[in-house]
């Protein structure tokens, strides 16, 4: 260990209750990136002095950091302790199909009980997330959200590398659970949570020598909320977006990131005592997510002054003049399906291209939303008819966004385009992963009243 890292550690250990561990599910010997995970009840304090039921990796809230590196094989044994069948897709991580974690589309849902082994290899650094794709709305909104990151195979030389997960919590004032989705909600922009965290905990101080050279790796995990982040009191850079660095960092005012989005910040630490806040804008008007504060400068922190650059990541570069334009059109139908034999009413609000997802069985799934061809470039125009914000997420791989409401802007990697009220924009890509990949809303009661399909590359 040497001393920057030292330093990292001894800095995380002071506000060690705040922030997620490097990873309680490290599993010692020959691969330094073997896990071994578990979703099951557990027991926290979100709202202080008051216990509350959740649904936790490793029994844990925040969930275990999974740390990759990129071009490294890694294992991971997951373990289902629910009551009900799940599985654990690795949010934005261009990987085999088969470990992709959605139901019946790449993998049989893993029964109570049962482990299941993901491997693969990443190709891709940066700061990407895991989740069940079963009962979304019950399984991520009571916790089971984390947080994986894959570090660059070259290490990169920040001082501090701080992960941070934001959820807003459907809880009382006494940490009880209110309704996770209501029909009215789901209808337009989501139900949304009223007890806003950062790693578990409301507006935790962070803090870090004077001097360093800060990366803050922030996930939006909600099953709703979309934030517009600025940082008051300290100026940073944006260094990268959904996992992908960025080749000219730029200076951060305000940036949205829906759910299931990212964004790695830049910046540092100013002189000892000074105080910062991470801000969630609503109007004209800052709450806090996260407070920073300057500790005393260490000897070890060499600070010219310059953030380190990050490498961009290897992502297939689309061929534009031979794309292919396939245009997507996101929808209220606002009606409500008929009820099931039981009984049931289940509502469908949203469509794609006129049609809501349907629904999966064994034996039974749907035709894709579209058909690809291996290897072929692609340009999808995506269309948002509707006032509500939509995060689109394609699986399995990465766009690089051209347009944005129609004016072009300077191209950047993702793999969720958020679109905003009436927003329309273009995103290039190269069908290079072969399956049947979900693609859909990640606000979540959207994504399970229609939002939802899926592309098929063959």
């Known amino acids: 260990m040497n001393r920057r890292e030292f330093l990292q550690l001894s800095t995380l250990s002071v506000v060690a209750m705040a922030l997620p561990r490097w990873s309680l599910a490290q599993v010692e010997g020959a691969n330094p990136y073997h896990y071994r995970l578990t979703a099951e009840p557990a027991v926290a304090e979100l709202v202080p002095g008051y216990q509350t039921e959740v649904l936790a990796f490793n029994g844990e809230i925040p969930a275990p950091v999974i740390r990759a590196r990129q071009g490294m094989p890694v294992r ?122 950062a790693n578990g905990v409301n507006n ?16 939006n995990v909600d099953n709703t909320m979309t934030y517009d982040l600025h940082m008051k009191g300290v100026e940073a850079q944006v260094i990268a977006i959904d996992g992908n660095a960025i080749q000219e960092y730029y200076p951060l005012e305000q940036h949205k990131i829906g759910p299931g989005m990212r964004l790695d910040l830049g910046f540092i630490m100013p002189e000892e005592g000074a105080e910062f806040t991470l801000e969630f804008l609503r109007g004209r008007f800052g709450f806090p997510l996260a407070s920073f504060k300057s500790g005393a400068k260490d000897p070890g922190v060499k600070n010219n002054g310059q953030l380190p650059q990050l490498p961009l990541n290897p992502i297939p570069v689309p061929d534009l003049a031979k794309a292919e334009t396939v245009s997507f059109v996101f ?93 329309r924009a273009k995103g290039a890509f190269v069908a290079d992963n072969p399956g049947s990949w979900m693609y859909h809303c990640h606000v979540i009661e959207h994504m399970k009243t229609g939002l939802m399909g899926y592309v098929r590359v063959s």
């Open 76 to 197: 991971i044994e997951f373990t289902n302790k629910l009551d009900e069948p799940t599985t654990i897709h690795w949010h934005g991580l261009r990987i085999p199909i088969e470990m992709d974690g959605v139901p019946l589309l790449s993998q049989k849902p893993i029964m109570p009980g049962e482990t299941f082994v993901y491997e693969f290899t990443p190709p891709d650094a940066g700061t990407f997330w895991y989740h069940p794709h079963m009962n979304s709305t019950q399984q991520l909104g009571r916790g089971l959200v984390g947080a994986i990151i894959v570090d660059e195979a070259k290490p990169v030389d920040f001082d501090i590398d701080e992960v941070l997960i934001l959820k807003h919590w459907y809880l009382d004032k006494q940490g009880q659970w209110k309704t996770l989705t209501r029909p009215r909600y789901a209808a337009r922009m989501g139900t949304p949570g009223e007890w806003g965290t």
């Open 331 to 423: 929808e209220w139908e606002g009606a409500i399906s008929p009820t099931d034999a039981a009984g049931n009413i289940h509502p469908t609000f949203w469509l794609i291209n006129r049609r809501a997802w349907e629904g999966m069985s064994p034996g039974n799934i749907p035709e894709p939303v579209a058909d690809l061809k291996l290897g072929k470039t692609y340009i999808f125009d995506l269309r948002n008819n509707t006032q509500y914000h939509h995060p689109i997420h394609l699986h399995g791989h990465t766009f690089l966004v051209l347009e944005m409401d129609g004016k072009p802007v300077t191209p950047f990697h993702t793999d969720t385009i958020l679109l905003g009220k009436n927003g």
């Open 204 to 219: 935790p101080l962070l803090s870090y020598p004077a001097g360093s050279r800060v990366r803050l790796r922030i996930a």
